[in-house]
């Protein structure tokens, strides 16, 4: 059993994860490496996340349908995948937005009672 | 290419071009190439793990976690032994039964006929108010054929039986005489040899057969130069022309086919009278889109013209039509399918012992749920993998109970006769075990569904703080398991009133007194049907010849010929005139059943001589004729006077013909010809020798076995005649046990299924108040702590038990008084709602549930109340 409860720790912080792509790609298309790069920069690296792990929740959240992948050259002419959000997507990130939200809210409460 | 394929393929190629663009960044940076590559899979991460959980996100997740499950399932069970081999064992058993019954049903009711399309055939008869159905006439079948509209083809199957000759044995066989469109409208083909052709249905036509597949097996070794050789029916040749098929069926045993041309070259006058219903039913098939109810209508409507129109031979006479399924099934659906139902509550309460012993099994395991669940598991994961688990159970379960009926076919073969069956065999076939596989998992739901969602529910956080306790349940479980156990108790209940209803049946049944003694008679049947028989001395001649010599073997007491012989399928029925009573309406004459009977008839079976006296030597062609009259007869039709001396003729009085009347010399008691559970009839008797038949059957009485004497009688007939057939050799004592084979057969099993039904509900009683026991022991431990005498424990224990049963009981007899009416067809000489039968099961039922319960009441008194205490 315990494979699989390691397995369901690492969706919860996955989760986070895929908001956090989400929300990068609310910006625009984006390939892997400019994905974790920003993410990065944008929390001012406190979030120092492996990134191999954007892989996986890549690939999660295509399946969902939540955004899609084309082919297109990068900066410097090389090849490379764009990942984008989809409407169904951006949906989601709102939601999710709302209840990320609503959860620090709370935490904050507690933690700093006015 | 699907999407899964495509995002994986590129995968190492993403990565690798990631971590290029990160150790270029980091040259940017200022690192040397080396530390660049280095610091750049050091931020990616274990680049295998990465692949792996990627390639996870597209993986059949479902199908994995199913393995797991199963694994998972396997192990548990492994585990705990006992709870494993109690449920499997309890599982096959009903699962067992269920096999058992249906691979029966199947055969009966449900295995299609090997007819094209035989939804669509319809069988018809003629049918009268006074007798039911009889057979058709062969005038009315032509006028039944060329007018309906209704039925787009009609044959008529006119049923003829011979002796076969020429073989180490001689034996009588079955056949029918078909319309030659007979096969191609049921959808047969001959295996062998061709078909019959439509000019063989007039009269002239040549003796042809078609031999059915065992008799061909059997005769001819399944040598196809059969076909063109002769058999020698009756002392006539008869060309091969063909076999059938191996899975032709047809609802009685038949061995050969003839064209119905034969039957009319052979019977001028049967075929020509309107009146002459011989033994010949009409197989239609039904025009397309024509329904069941608009062919009854249409042919309703010609039987009543013809009635108008041929008022002498069909007044009051009507058509009867059925499904060709139901002249297969003939009386069996309603046993096969209370039998049906009494499987199905046999497995529900298996199913709820099985579910009873998770849900206890469960408790120990709440800690288990509640930490999978903190950690994240859904309630949605946790059902899934509760059931994943009683799936293997059931499994389990299906393919001992599968084993355990094959085990049990041989011994339902015994109870089941080849009559019951009428043709079809009883065996697993894909059918039945598709049937197992829906049972399998139907019961996995019903026994797994409720303990599953029970123990996802847990309070996380008390199960948690609440120690190394393994009390578990608490309220909730502890009524859901006495519900479970309630249902046991009622259900059992309904089998065990249905199966007390059967057994008294089947006693009172047995009770009836059949007018005859049937003990140390053997009975046999003989058909004269050669050319020298044609004349009525060499029919006499032989009879006379047969009594001679059997009454002269060792051991014979008496010996009779007679052409009725009760509880057989032969009959023989005439109307009669009474002698000074008032002339009746044609349809209103007295049609009592005529037996034609050599002198100690009445003697051989033991039927009582009321008044007057039976038959003699002397009664023969040159006497008066001389006539016997059952009582109901005398009762009717002379309720006031002697009727010794009174005269009666066969069939109505006519102008043209002189009437010929029987002088009654005597009164027999009425004999149960119908089958025991049928209403005794109106009967006359006339003497052999004045009323001679060529088909007659011979009954010995015997000082000692019957049977014994079966090949002494047959070496006698055959020294007389060494061709002629003997058949049908049975003891009146078995023709008695097999008129009962149905019922017998049902309460049989209705018996063993409830009696099953009463152990599992035992075992679930007991499982629950010894479970109660020990969850409570500490509680008593402070009763007797206190002061409360064992006494007292015992009966607090018992008590409990017993208001389980008694509820169960309650609610057990208030459905069973309403589902014991669907057995009323099936019950003689007690009420569906009969009073002792309902308070004798309850009263059963409540000392099982004492039983059960006395094993936990003993243990709750010995618990001693220091360590009941002290284990706190």
């Not at chain 2, 991460?45 to 996100?57: A, F, P, Y």
Request: one cysteine or more.
């Amino acid at each position: 059993m315990s494979t699989k409860e390691q397995r369901e720790r690492i969706e919860l912080l996955q989760g986070t994860l895929d908001l956090l792509v989400l929300r990068t790609l609310l910006l625009g298309p984006a390939h892997g490496h400019a994905i974790a790069k920003a993410i990065e920069f944008n929390s001012e690296d406190v979030l120092q996340v492996e990134q191999g792990s954007l892989y996986p929740a890549l690939h999660r959240l295509i399946k969902r349908g939540w955004i899609s992948v084309e082919e297109g050259t990068s900066e410097n002419n090389r090849r490379a995948k764009f990942y984008k959000l989809t409407p169904k997507g951006r949906r989601q990130l709102a939601l999710e937005t709302r209840k990320w939200d609503k959860l620090a809210g709370a935490i904050a409460r507690i933690l700093r009672p006015a | 290419m699907s999407q899964r394929k495509r995002m994986l393929e590129d995968l190492d190629a993403d990565i690798r071009d990631h971590i290029e663009r990160e150790t270029q960044d980091n040259i940017e940076r200022g690192m040397s190439p080396e530390e660049a590559r280095y610091a750049a899979h050091r931020k990616f991460g274990n680049v295998t793990h990465v692949k792996e959980e990627t390639r996870l996100v597209w993986s059949f997740v479902w199908l994995e976690q199913l393995i797991e499950d199963i694994r998972f399932g396997l192990r548990l069970l492994r585990k705990n032994p006992g709870f494993t081999v109690v449920a499997m064992l309890t599982l096959a058993l009903g699962i067992g039964a269920n096999t058992a019954v249906f691979s029966l049903l199947y055969a009966v009711l449900l295995q299609p006929l090997p007819y094209k399309d035989p939804s669509s055939l319809i069988v018809l008869n003629e049918t009268t108010p006074k007798v039911g159905t009889v057979s058709v006439s062969y005038p009315n079948f032509l006028d039944w054929r060329s007018q309906t509209r209704s039925f787009s083809q009609m044959a008529a199957v006119h049923g003829m039986d011979f002796n076969l000759a020429g073989v180490a044995q001689p034996e009588s066989i079955s056949g029918d005489a078909v319309s030659p469109n007979f096969l191609p409208m049921m959808g047969v083909r001959p295996l062998l040899g061709r078909d019959f052709d439509s000019s063989e249905e007039k009269a002239g036509t040549p003796p042809v057969v078609l031999l059915s597949y065992s008799l061909w097996q059997s005769h001819f070794g399944g040598d196809p130069k059969a076909v063109g050789r002769i058999i020698t029916l009756d002392g006539r040749g008869f060309t091969v022309v063909g076999v059938l098929p191996p899975n032709y069926r047809a609802p009685d045993k038949t061995d050969v086919l003839l064209p119905l041309g034969v039957w009319v070259t052979d019977n001028p006058e049967g075929a020509a009278v309107r009146g002459d219903r011989g033994d010949m039913v009409v197989i239609g098939r039904l025009a397309p889109r024509v329904a069941f109810a608009r062919a009854r209508a249409e042919m309703e409507g010609i039987a009543a013209r013809l009635a108008k129109e041929f008022p002498a031979s069909n007044d009051q006479f009507g058509v009867a039509l059925q499904p060709i399924r139901d002249a297969f099934v003939g009386d069996m659906k309603t046993p096969i399918l209370v039998l049906f139902g009494a499987v199905l509550f046999v497995l529900l309460i298996a199913c709820a012992n099985v579910a009873n012993l998770f849900l206890v099994r469960g408790a120990g395991r709440t800690k288990e749920v509640a930490l999978r669940m903190a950690l994240g598991a859904s309630t949605g994961r946790i059902i899934c993998q509760m059931l994943t688990e009683s799936f293997v159970l059931s499994l389990f379960g299906g393919v001992l109970g599968v084993a355990l009926a094959v085990a049990g076919n041989r011994g339902l073969s015994h109870l089941i006769s080849a009559d019951m069956l009428s043709g079809s065999t009883l065996n697993l076939n894909g059918a039945v075990l598709l049937f197992v596989a829906g049972v399998v998992v139907l019961a996995a739901f019903i026994f797994g569904l409720t303990p599953a969602i029970h123990s996802a529910k847990p309070d996380v956080q008390s199960e948690l703080k609440e120690g190394g306790r393994t009390t578990g349940g608490g309220a909730a479980q502890n009524r859901l398991r006495g519900a479970l156990a309630i249902a046991e108790i009622s259900l059992a209940l309904i089998l065990l009133v249905a199966a007390g209803l059967m057994m008294k049946s089947l006693y009172r049944l047995l009770e009836v007194d059949p007018g005859f003694r049937p003990d140390r008679v053997l009975k046999m049947g003989m058909e004269l049907r050669t050319q020298q028989y044609s004349k009525d001395p060499a029919v006499l001649n032989f009879w006379q010849q047969v009594l001679d010599r059997v009454r002269t073997l060792p051991g014979v007491e008496s010996a009779a010929v007679a052409t009725v012989i009760p509880l057989t399928d032969n009959h023989s029925r005439s109307d009669v005139t009474i002698e000074g009573m008032p002339a009746s309406a044609p349809g209103d004459y007295p049609h009592p059943d005529v037996h034609s009977v050599s002198p100690e008839y009445v003697e051989t079976l033991g039927i009582t001589l009321l008044r007057g006296r039976s038959f003699t030597e002397q009664d023969n062609e040159n006497a008066p004729l001389a006539g016997m009259i059952n009582a109901m007869v005398a009762r009717r039709f002379f309720p006031n006077v002697d009727p010794i001396g009174r005269r009666f003729m066969f069939g109505h009085p006519s102008a043209t013909k002189p009437s010929k009347w029987y002088t009654i010399v005597g009164v027999v008691g009425d004999t149960k010809l119908y089958g025991l559970a049928n209403p005794a009839r109106l009967e006359v008797y006339v003497p052999y020798r004045q009323s001679p038949r060529n088909g007659m059957g011979l009954l010995v009485k015997s000082a000692a076995d019957p049977a014994a004497l079966t090949s002494a009688i047959r070496d006698a007939v055959h020294a007389i005649d060494k061709d002629q057939p003997v058949f049908a050799v049975v003891t009146m004592k078995q023709l008695v046990s097999d008129s009962v084979a149905t019922r017998r057969m049902t309460l049989v099993l209705l018996g063993l299924f409830s009696g099953l039904a009463l152990l599992l509900g035992a075992i679930g009683i007991y499982g629950v108040i010894s479970y109660s026991v020990a969850q409570r022991t500490h509680e008593i431990g402070i009763r007797m702590a206190l002061g409360a005498p064992r006494g007292e424990v015992f009966r607090l224990v018992l008590g409990q038990g017993l208001k389980l049963a008694g509820v169960g009981i309650a609610i057990g007899i208030v459905a069973a008084f309403g589902l014991a009416r669907l057995l009323s067809s099936l019950l003689y000489g007690v009420s569906a709602t009969d009073f002792e039968t309902f308070a004798g099961v309850a009263i059963l039922l409540v000392l099982v549930a004492l039983l059960a319960c006395y094993v936990p009441a003993r243990r709750a008194m010995r618990v001693d109340p220091i360590v009941a205490l002290r284990y706190e």
